[in-house]
T-cell receptor, first 112, second 113 residues
Framework: EAQVTQNPRYLITVTGKKLTVTCSQN?????MSWYRQDPGLGLRQIYY???????DKGDVPEGYKVSRKEKRNFPLILESPSPNQTSLYFC???????????FGNGTRLTVT | GDSVTQMEGPVTLSEEAFLTINCTYT??????LFWYVQYPGEGLQLLLK?????DKGSNKGFEATYRKETTSFHLEKGSVQVSDSAVYFC????????????FGQGTTLQVKP
Protein backbone atom coordinates (compact mmCIF):
# COMPACT_ATOMS: atom_id res chain seq x y z
CA GLU A 1 0.00 0.00 0.00
CA ALA A 2 1.31 3.40 -0.99
CA GLN A 3 1.82 5.48 2.10
CA VAL A 4 3.77 8.03 4.06
CA THR A 5 4.67 6.73 7.52
CA GLN A 6 5.55 8.99 10.43
CA ASN A 7 6.78 7.96 13.84
CA PRO A 8 5.98 8.45 16.58
CA ARG A 9 2.30 9.41 16.47
CA TYR A 10 2.50 11.08 19.87
CA LEU A 11 5.50 12.50 21.69
CA ILE A 12 5.79 14.38 24.96
CA THR A 13 9.19 15.80 25.82
CA VAL A 14 10.88 18.51 27.84
CA THR A 15 12.52 21.72 26.74
CA GLY A 16 15.99 21.21 25.32
CA LYS A 17 15.92 17.45 24.86
CA LYS A 18 16.82 16.64 21.25
CA LEU A 19 14.31 14.60 19.31
CA THR A 20 13.77 13.20 15.83
CA VAL A 21 10.50 12.53 14.05
CA THR A 22 10.93 10.01 11.27
CA CYS A 23 9.17 10.04 7.90
CA SER A 24 9.33 7.36 5.25
CA GLN A 25 7.50 6.99 1.93
CA ASN A 26 7.29 3.91 -0.29
CA UNK A 27 6.21 5.61 -3.53
CA UNK A 28 9.67 6.57 -4.83
CA UNK A 29 8.70 10.24 -4.65
CA UNK A 30 11.37 12.83 -5.30
CA UNK A 31 9.73 15.61 -3.31
CA MET A 32 9.17 15.52 0.46
CA SER A 33 8.10 18.19 2.88
CA TRP A 34 7.32 18.88 6.54
CA TYR A 35 4.41 21.00 7.75
CA ARG A 36 3.16 22.02 11.14
CA GLN A 37 -0.52 22.53 11.88
CA ASP A 38 -1.65 25.01 14.50
CA PRO A 39 -5.19 26.14 15.37
CA GLY A 40 -6.29 29.11 13.31
CA LEU A 41 -3.13 29.03 11.18
CA GLY A 42 -3.70 26.03 8.93
CA LEU A 43 -0.57 24.21 7.78
CA ARG A 44 2.74 25.97 7.37
CA GLN A 45 5.74 24.52 5.57
CA ILE A 46 8.87 23.96 7.66
CA TYR A 47 11.33 22.41 5.20
CA TYR A 48 11.19 20.66 1.87
CA UNK A 49 13.43 18.48 -0.26
CA UNK A 50 13.42 18.20 -4.03
CA UNK A 51 15.62 15.10 -4.04
CA UNK A 52 18.39 13.28 -2.18
CA UNK A 53 20.85 15.68 -0.55
CA UNK A 54 18.74 18.68 -1.63
CA UNK A 55 16.84 20.47 1.15
CA ASP A 56 15.54 24.01 1.56
CA LYS A 57 13.73 26.16 4.09
CA GLY A 58 10.01 26.68 4.05
CA ASP A 59 8.12 29.43 5.82
CA VAL A 60 8.87 28.48 9.45
CA PRO A 61 12.27 26.71 9.56
CA GLU A 62 13.62 28.21 12.80
CA GLY A 63 14.43 25.57 15.40
CA TYR A 64 14.26 22.65 12.96
CA LYS A 65 16.68 20.64 10.88
CA VAL A 66 16.14 18.00 8.22
CA SER A 67 18.24 15.60 6.22
CA ARG A 68 17.69 13.64 3.00
CA LYS A 69 20.34 10.98 2.79
CA GLU A 70 18.01 8.49 1.11
CA LYS A 71 15.10 9.05 -1.22
CA ARG A 72 12.53 7.37 1.00
CA ASN A 73 13.41 9.04 4.33
CA PHE A 74 13.12 12.64 5.48
CA PRO A 75 13.55 12.98 9.26
CA LEU A 76 12.69 16.16 11.14
CA ILE A 77 15.14 17.04 13.89
CA LEU A 78 14.56 19.38 16.81
CA GLU A 79 17.98 19.98 18.39
CA SER A 80 16.64 21.92 21.38
CA PRO A 81 12.84 21.84 21.46
CA SER A 82 10.92 24.69 23.03
CA PRO A 83 7.26 24.93 24.10
CA ASN A 84 6.39 27.03 21.02
CA GLN A 85 7.16 23.94 18.95
CA THR A 86 4.23 22.12 20.49
CA SER A 87 2.17 21.32 17.42
CA LEU A 88 0.84 18.69 15.04
CA TYR A 89 3.42 17.80 12.41
CA PHE A 90 2.81 16.30 8.98
CA CYS A 91 5.20 14.83 6.49
CA UNK A 92 4.15 14.78 2.83
CA UNK A 93 5.55 13.59 -0.47
CA UNK A 94 4.78 13.67 -4.18
CA UNK A 95 6.34 13.15 -7.57
CA UNK A 96 8.34 15.94 -9.11
CA UNK A 97 5.66 16.45 -11.75
CA UNK A 98 3.45 18.36 -9.36
CA UNK A 99 1.00 15.59 -8.59
CA UNK A 100 -0.94 16.04 -5.32
CA UNK A 101 0.76 15.66 -1.98
CA UNK A 102 0.39 12.44 0.01
CA PHE A 103 0.33 13.08 3.75
CA GLY A 104 1.32 10.98 6.71
CA ASN A 105 -1.04 10.61 9.67
CA GLY A 106 0.73 13.19 11.75
CA THR A 107 2.84 13.43 14.90
CA ARG A 108 1.46 15.31 17.86
CA LEU A 109 4.37 16.83 19.77
CA THR A 110 4.10 18.41 23.21
CA VAL A 111 7.11 20.23 24.65
CA THR A 112 6.86 21.13 28.35
CA GLY B 1 2.62 37.08 -0.71
CA ASP B 2 0.13 34.43 -1.71
CA SER B 3 -2.57 33.59 0.81
CA VAL B 4 -5.80 31.65 1.29
CA THR B 5 -8.73 32.66 3.46
CA GLN B 6 -11.49 30.30 4.51
CA MET B 7 -14.72 30.97 6.31
CA GLU B 8 -14.61 30.60 10.05
CA GLY B 9 -15.88 27.41 11.55
CA PRO B 10 -17.17 25.29 13.01
CA VAL B 11 -20.00 24.64 10.62
CA THR B 12 -22.77 22.48 12.03
CA LEU B 13 -25.38 21.01 9.69
CA SER B 14 -28.07 18.40 9.81
CA GLU B 15 -27.77 15.36 7.59
CA GLU B 16 -28.90 16.02 3.97
CA ALA B 17 -28.40 19.77 4.29
CA PHE B 18 -26.61 21.79 1.61
CA LEU B 19 -22.99 22.67 2.34
CA THR B 20 -20.96 25.68 1.27
CA ILE B 21 -17.51 26.45 2.64
CA ASN B 22 -16.13 29.70 1.29
CA CYS B 23 -12.54 30.05 0.14
CA THR B 24 -10.87 33.07 -1.43
CA TYR B 25 -7.27 33.48 -2.42
CA THR B 26 -4.65 36.06 -3.23
CA UNK B 27 -1.94 35.06 -5.68
CA UNK B 28 0.29 36.37 -8.38
CA UNK B 29 0.31 34.31 -11.52
CA UNK B 30 -2.00 31.37 -12.10
CA UNK B 31 -2.17 29.04 -9.14
CA UNK B 32 -3.69 25.59 -8.93
CA LEU B 33 -6.37 25.26 -6.25
CA PHE B 34 -7.14 22.34 -3.98
CA TRP B 35 -9.49 21.16 -1.28
CA TYR B 36 -8.07 18.72 1.25
CA VAL B 37 -10.04 16.88 3.92
CA GLN B 38 -8.74 15.73 7.31
CA TYR B 39 -10.71 13.07 9.17
CA PRO B 40 -10.12 12.74 12.91
CA GLY B 41 -6.71 11.29 13.72
CA GLU B 42 -5.62 11.16 10.11
CA GLY B 43 -3.51 13.12 7.69
CA LEU B 44 -4.85 15.28 4.91
CA GLN B 45 -6.31 13.69 1.80
CA LEU B 46 -6.84 15.41 -1.50
CA LEU B 47 -10.57 15.89 -2.09
CA LEU B 48 -10.54 17.75 -5.40
CA LYS B 49 -8.50 20.19 -7.45
CA UNK B 50 -8.69 22.68 -10.31
CA UNK B 51 -5.73 23.89 -12.29
CA UNK B 52 -7.11 26.78 -14.34
CA UNK B 53 -9.88 29.33 -14.42
CA UNK B 54 -13.43 27.97 -14.82
CA ASP B 55 -12.30 24.42 -14.09
CA LYS B 56 -14.65 22.49 -11.81
CA GLY B 57 -13.17 19.91 -9.49
CA SER B 58 -15.47 17.21 -8.16
CA ASN B 59 -15.24 14.11 -6.00
CA LYS B 60 -17.54 12.17 -3.64
CA GLY B 61 -20.39 14.61 -4.30
CA PHE B 62 -18.28 17.65 -3.50
CA GLU B 63 -17.67 20.34 -6.11
CA ALA B 64 -15.68 23.55 -6.39
CA THR B 65 -15.24 25.91 -9.34
CA TYR B 66 -12.11 27.98 -9.93
CA ARG B 67 -13.41 31.57 -10.27
CA LYS B 68 -10.63 33.88 -11.35
CA GLU B 69 -12.83 36.97 -11.48
CA THR B 70 -13.77 36.63 -7.81
CA THR B 71 -10.56 34.79 -6.76
CA SER B 72 -12.68 32.12 -5.12
CA PHE B 73 -12.89 28.33 -4.89
CA HIS B 74 -15.91 27.62 -2.73
CA LEU B 75 -16.62 24.01 -1.74
CA GLU B 76 -20.19 22.75 -2.11
CA LYS B 77 -22.13 19.56 -1.56
CA GLY B 78 -25.80 19.11 -2.13
CA SER B 79 -26.55 16.67 0.68
CA VAL B 80 -24.08 16.09 3.49
CA GLN B 81 -23.78 12.89 5.51
CA VAL B 82 -22.56 12.27 9.04
CA SER B 83 -19.45 10.68 7.52
CA ASP B 84 -18.53 14.03 5.96
CA SER B 85 -17.70 15.41 9.41
CA ALA B 86 -14.07 16.49 9.15
CA VAL B 87 -11.80 19.50 8.78
CA TYR B 88 -11.62 20.95 5.26
CA PHE B 89 -8.64 22.90 3.99
CA CYS B 90 -8.47 25.09 0.92
CA UNK B 91 -4.99 25.41 -0.57
CA UNK B 92 -3.15 26.85 -3.51
CA UNK B 93 0.02 25.92 -5.30
CA UNK B 94 1.91 28.64 -7.07
CA UNK B 95 3.44 26.16 -9.49
CA UNK B 96 6.98 27.03 -8.49
CA UNK B 97 9.53 24.27 -8.07
CA UNK B 98 9.28 24.56 -4.29
CA UNK B 99 6.15 22.43 -4.47
CA UNK B 100 4.77 24.40 -1.57
CA UNK B 101 1.07 24.42 -0.83
CA UNK B 102 -0.34 27.47 0.95
CA PHE B 103 -3.23 26.46 3.18
CA GLY B 104 -6.17 28.25 4.63
CA GLN B 105 -6.81 27.91 8.33
CA GLY B 106 -9.23 25.01 7.93
CA THR B 107 -12.98 24.77 8.51
CA THR B 108 -14.45 22.15 10.82
CA LEU B 109 -17.67 20.58 9.59
CA GLN B 110 -19.90 18.68 11.96
CA VAL B 111 -22.92 16.87 10.52
CA LYS B 112 -25.59 15.73 12.94
CA PRO B 113 -28.00 12.85 12.25
Amino acid sequence: EAQVTQNPRYLITVTGKKLTVTCSQNMNHEYMSWYRQDPGLGLRQIYYSMNVEVTDKGDVPEGYKVSRKEKRNFPLILESPSPNQTSLYFCASRNRDGSPLHFGNGTRLTVT
Amino acid sequence: GDSVTQMEGPVTLSEEAFLTINCTYTATGYPSLFWYVQYPGEGLQLLLKATKADDKGSNKGFEATYRKETTSFHLEKGSVQVSDSAVYFCALSDGSNTGKLIFGQGTTLQVKP
